[in-house]
């Protein structure tokens, strides 16, 4: 079974650009999160989608936003970047519905904003 | 945020010695307690778990230890080798959703 993917691997933006990252979940999987890992920050959650719903969102301004399609697939865009938005970004999935306890996670998009 | 707090920062360990890794947590509500291990350039990966009704999960290698009325709980490799060098992440779960809250990492380096 294919694991977590994450389009694209790697992004250059400038400040104040648009950015928009795409994750497939594992097959099967509804659940899918979203986590920002800095070298500062660590691991934070951004927010975690299931059956097309936002379910938990974390303590980010609202220029994060997020949404899930029909087929598990999630977007998150980030608008007016800011230099501090410079991370890798990791989706993360799992098999249902918040009881399952395994999140797999996909390989990150690195983000530098310039 | 709720906090988890972890330590070492980092951590050189000789192969064959143990690695030990500590995390202690504010928040009674937490229901689960995962270590995730991530090498450079990669995702995280779910090493080994545990929930609080449990004092001790072992896993090959990998020994969680957990102490409820402390609100602590740590990572043990016994027989740590090279190849376990990487960053190691301890975690807690909200019981009311999925969200993981992270502890900063460690970082292990397992000389040869």
């Known amino acids: 079974k294919a694991g977590v993917t994450q389009t694209p691997r790697y992004l250059i933006k400038t400040r104040g650009q648009q950015v928009t990252l795409s994750c497939s979940p594992i097959?099967?999987?509804?659940?899918v999160s979203w986590y920002q890992q800095t070298p500062g920050q660590g691991l934070q959650f951004l927010f975690e989608y299931f059956s097309e719903t936002q379910r938990n969102k974390g303590n980010f301004p609202g220029r994060f936003s997020g949404r899930q399609f029909s087929n598990s697939r999630s977007e998150m865009n980030v608008s007016t970047l800011e230099l501090g938005d410079s991370a890798l970004y990791l989706c993360?999935?799992?098999?249902?519905?918040?009881?399952?306890?395994?999140?797999?996670f996909g390989p990150g998009t690195r983000l530098t904003v310039l | 945020q709720q906090q988890v707090k972890q330590s070492p920062q980092s951590l050189i360990v000789q192969k064959g010695g143990i690695s030990i890794i500590n995390c202690a947590y504010e928040?009674?509500?937490?229901?689960?307690f995962p270590w995730y291990q991530q090498f450079p350039g990669k995702g995280p990966a779910l090493l080994i778990a545990?929930?609080?009704?449990?004092s001790e999960k072992k896993e090959g290698r990998f020994t969680i230890s957990f102490n409820k009325s402390a609100k602590q709980f740590s990572l043990h490799i016994m027989d740590s080798q090279p190849g376990d060098s990487a960053t190691y992440f301890c975690a807690a779960r909200w019981v009311a959703g999925t969200a993981l809250i992270f502890g900063k990492g460690t970082t292990l380096s397992v000389s040869s």
């Open positions: 097959s099967g999987h509804r659940s």
């Open positions: 993360a999935s799992s098999w249902e519905d918040g009881t399952a306890d395994t999140q797999y």
């Open positions: 928040n009674t509500a937490f229901d689960y």
């Open positions: 545990i929930r609080p009704d449990v």
